[in-house]
Every structure is written in structure tokens, then in C-alpha cells.
């Protein structure tokens, strides 16, 4: 997509906002790619969606909230192509339920890379026409558009880590040998031992200011901006590291129920669990499924692919707590988004780098997901947005945890210190592990 804009000089130019939408447009062609074209229809669990159900799914976005509504004479390829690919916008009409997108061998998926080539030529049709320019609110769609893509880009990704470690052969989706060098690197180099010891970084309590401030885009549940009391406490310098879990589990951590949430233990119980997410093996031996394929646990990485319930449990097991949602925002403001997130092509969380400054927390972005304690709600004064688009967030503020920061297949430019995803306590598919708290 070359979309450009006239200026009032008469020159053209392209948009920074059009040049933003078709570079993410194109990203999520590039990370299916590797694929094949029976990988992007297969659904793993219900969690999970196919490639190309996101791949389609992000077009009908577009298509749904932008160009149907804004774009004069704008024709949809398929009208039936709002069942099979709206999520879970009830005043958007009926869908597909999602435990079943797996069964959508049709439209193929050529005919879904049709669709979003027809998409992406009324994205640019706006962008020629003047329409975005003129109109703020249809940029401000657009902004929330590539945004919604830049979550299915994290999720493309790790929806097809869950397919791949359900399969006999554990297929890598990029091998060391890939287009990204920093993986080739990060494997060639390997990793110490055991990640640096835990330096503990002291806050002091008070009143701070909580929410976006407005000026860049959010979504709504970050904001109203508001007012927070915290107490003095202490968050730990880096992310729990796989060989500080290697530890909680020897020591009996999934056996001994004291460390555990009533509900927790009952996913104990009835799912089996005895190890982080797609970990395999025995002690001694574990190894887990990567996106590189199956490899040896890294002991200085931060353990990812653990529940809220897992998160909790090891936390008190280390006679610790998670961090509040507020806490660790504190502890963000002001730093720089950069971390091991997408770009970095390292596709796995990685040892934390050395810190020299003494009050400053590594890893806050990039790596994995951090649970917080706090249970995902409204901020004060919260209101859900008219229409479909206010069912974005709002309407799942309940029995849900906060988590912060960003992922290793998090996409640069999408996270920041007010973000907060959420996910319910026992979802560990995503790239999710904890950083410790404790009172001061």
C-alpha cells in the first residue's frame, strides 16, 4: 500500500499514519508466512485461533468500523464474511462461535489474502481521497485499527507456539538458522547458569497519578487518569528466572497445597500441572517448546507460559507477593518501551542484561507478561464507549488479572507504562512470568 496525501503546497507525501497502517498490515503477512497453509486453518484449544482467522479477522476490523461506515461506495467482497470473522462484537451481529473457527476450512486461504488486498485498497482509497485527513475521528479509527492488529500480530504468534507443541514432530516455526540473526546469535551464544542475583529496589509510598495523560493513543481502559495510594514497598530488580522455578518445583511447589489458591489447587489437580507451560521431561532433563522448536530450559531466562495461580503460588513459596498493577506502573513511568520485544527476532524471553544503575528495575518491557495481584476493574469513572467498539475492553472487567509490561513477540511501539492487558488465572499459553514484591 503507497498511500499519499496532498499537502497544501500541492506536493505529495506519504502519510506517517498510512505508512504506519500498511507497514502493519505487512507485518502480519511476514509472520505468517513461514506457514503453511494447513498451519493457518488449525485451531489448537478454544484460547487459541487459526492464522488465518487473524489474519481475516483484523481485515473485518478495517472493514467493519472504517471503511463500511466512512468510505463512500465502499463494497464488502463477502457479506458473509462478518459471520465468519467478527470476534465478540454482540452489536456487530452474529458470529461464528470461537471454539469452532478451527472448522473454517472456507474461505480459503487465498481468498482471505484477496480480502485483505481489497481491504488495503480502500484503506488507500481514504488516504488519497483526503477522508483521514479531514475527518479526525476516521484517523482516530485507523489508529485503534492498527493497534487491534498489533495484538493479533502477538497473538499469531503465540497461538501458533500452542499449535506446533501439540504436534508429534515439535515443528520450529523459525529455526536458528532464520531470517531474524539476533536468534541465531542468542542460540550461539547460550546463557549463564543462573541470571544475576535479585537486587531489591526500594519505593516510597504515596499518592501517584495512574492512567495515560492523554496526547497518544490508549485504549480505554487506561484511563480516566486518577489518583492511587501506594505503601512503601520493594519490587525485585529483574523476572523470575527458570532456574529460581526449577527450585520452587524441587522443593515440592506443585505438591504442597498451603502455597496455593483454592482454584489454583484445583487446576493442579484436575489439569496435571507439574511444570511451567510446554515444559517436557523430567528433573534433570526438562526441556521446552520454543519457537525455535524444542529446546533445553534456559536456566537465566525468565520462566514464562506460567498461570496467575502458578505466579501466585511461587510467590508465596519465596515468602514474597506479586506487585500491583499500580506499583509497577510507578516503577515504569519515565522509562524507556525497549526491551527483548519483537524486532529483537529473539522470539523467547531472555536473561535479564546487567543494570548499573542502583534504583533502576530491568525487564520491564519485552521478555514476558507480568501478573500483577490486581484484579482487572474499572478505573474511577470508567465509562464504556457507544456502540460495538465499547465492548473493546470494558465488558470484560470481571474475574480477570492485570498484567504488565510486554512480551518477546510483543510488536515495538505497541506497549507502554499504562498499558494493561489482562488475562483469567489459569490461561498460561501466553508469554506470561512475574517479577517479586514485598512489603517495605
Known amino acids: 500500500m503507497t498511500t499519499t496525501t496532498e499537502i497544501e503546497s500541492g506536493a505529495t507525501e506519504v502519510s506517517p499514519l498510512a505508512r504506519r497502517v500498511a507497514e502493519t498490515r505487512k507485518l502480519s503477512l511476514a509472520l505468517a508466512e513461514p506457514l503453511s497453509a494447513e498451519d493457518q486453518v488449525v485451531q489448537p484449544m478454544d484460547d487459541a485461533s487459526p492464522t488465518k482467522w487473524h489474519l481475516a479477522h483484523t481485515t473485518w476490523f478495517f472493514e467493519t468500523f472504517v471503511l463500511a461506515p466512512h468510505l463512500p461506495g465502499y463494497r464488502t467482497p463477502d457479506a458473509r464474511f462478518a459471520y465468519c ?3 465478540y462484537y454482540e ?26 488486498a481489497h481491504v488495503d485498497a480502500g484503506l488507500e482509497a481514504m488516504f488519497a481521497r483526503g477522508i483521514v485527513g479531514r475527518e479526525p475521528r476516521v484517523a482516530a479509527l485507523i489508529e485503534l485499527g492498527i493497534n487491534h492488529e498489533q495484538q493479533h500480530q502477538e497473538l499469531i504468534l503465540t497461538d501458533i507456539l500452542a499449535l506446533f507443541a501439540a504436534q508429534p514432530l515439535r515443528p520450529a516455526y523459525r529455526t536458528a538458522a532464520g531470517a531474524w540473526p539476533v536468534l541465531r546469535q542468542a542460540q550461539d551464544k ?25 496526547g497518544s493513543f490508549y485504549f480505554d481502559n487506561e484511563r480516566p487518569r486518577h489518583e492511587a495510594l501506594l505503601q512503601d514497598h520493594r ?32 487446576m493442579v489437580k484436575t489439569k496435571g500441572w507439574v511444570a511451567p507451560g510446554y515444559w517436557e521431561g523430567e528433573p534433570g532433563a526438562w526441556r521446552q517448546m520454543t519457537l525455535a522448536g524444542l529446546a533445553p530450559i534456559d536456566p537465566a531466562a525468565p520462566v514464562s507460559h506460567v498461570s496467575y495461580f502458578e505466579a501466585d503460588a511461587f510467590a508465596r513459596w519465596a ?24 524486532a529483537s527476532g529473539a522470539l523467547r524471553p531472555m536473561p535479564a542484561p546487567a543494570i548499573t544503575a542502583a534504583d ?18 474499572p478505573y474511577p469513572g470508567f465509562r464504556a464507549g457507544p456502540g460495538a467498539l465499547g465492548e473493546y475492553n470494558g465488558k ?42 514485598e512489603d517495605a
Open 85 to 87: 470473522f467478527n470476534s
Open 91 to 116: 452489536a456487530a451481529g452474529p458470529r461464528q462461535p470461537r471454539p469452532q473457527r478451527g472448522l473454517m476450512t472456507r474461505p480459503a486461504h487465498d481468498e482471505v489474502l484477496a480480502y485483505r
Open 190 to 214: 547460550g546463557s549463564a547458569a543462573r541470571a544475576d542475583a535479585v537486587r531489591w529496589i526500594e519505593f516510597a509510598g504515596g499518592i501517584r497519578r495512574i492512567g495515560h495523560e492523554g
Open 235 to 266: 519490587l525485585a530488580s529483574r523476572l523470575v528466572s527458570n532456574a529460581e522455578w526449577l527450585e520452587f518445583m524441587a522443593d515440592g511447589g506443585y505438591d504442597t497445597p498451603a502455597h496455593w489458591l483454592s482454584d489454583g489447587w484445583s
Open 319 to 342: 515468602g514474597k507477593r506479586l506487585p500491583t498493577e499500580f506499583e509497577w506502573e510507578a516503577a515504569a513511568a519515565g522509562q524507556p518501551v525497549r526491551g527483548n520485544l519483537l
Open 360 to 377: 533502576t528495575c530491568a525487564q520491564m518491557f519485552g521478555d514476558v507478561w507480568e501478573w500483577t495481584q490486581s484484579a482487572y476493574s
Open 396 to 437: 470484560f472487567m470481571s474475574g480477570q488479572y492485570v498484567l504488565r509490561g510486554a512480551s518477546c513477540v510483543t510488536p515495538e511501539g505497541h506497549s507502554r507504562a499504562t498499558y494493561r492487558n489482562f488475562f483469567y488465572p489459569h490461561q498460561r499459553w501466553q508469554f506470561t512470568g512475574l517479577r517479586l514484591a
